[in-house]
């Protein structure tokens, strides 16, 4: 069983950064493969990168290049440095885990999902 806890979202104007973190709280940090979803208002939940148990990362086409993921075993956080932001990136933030070695793009292959936090990108 593993804990998670979002912060870091807000509002800011585009073109800024932001910085997410995942606290994750539990069973050993490093056995799960982790990553963020989004979701807008009235649209479905979408991937927005992942990072493997070895540290190999993925992103959407969305992001690539402007959204990095990183973690920090000794601290048991994930991050998700923002940079570049779009009014389009708009959404609430999932932090998401599952205990496999490789990250996924699906919703339904995660075990753990955060509370979510709000990011806001004003034009």
């Known amino acids: 069983q593993v804990q998670l806890v979002e912060s870091g979202g807000g509002l800011v104007q585009a073109g800024d950064s932001l910085r997410l973190s995942c606290a994750a709280s539990?069973?050993?940090?490093?056995?799960?493969?982790m990553g963020w979803f989004r979701q807008a208002p009235g649209k479905e939940r979408e991937f927005v990168g992942g990072i493997s148990r070895s540290g190999r990362t993925g992103y959407a086409e969305s992001v690539k290049g402007r959204f990095s993921i990183s973690r920090d075993t000794a601290k048991n956080t994930m991050y998700l440095q923002m940079n570049s932001l779009k009014p389009e990136d708009t959404a609430v933030y999932y932090c998401?885990?599952?205990?496999?070695?490789?990250?996924?793009?699906?919703?339904?292959?995660?075990?753990?999902w955060g509370q979510g936090t709000q990011v806001t990108v004003s034009s």
């Open positions: 539990g069973r050993t940090f490093s056995s799960y493969a």
């Open positions: 998401v885990a599952r205990s496999l070695a490789g990250w996924s793009i699906n919703t339904r292959d995660y075990d753990y």
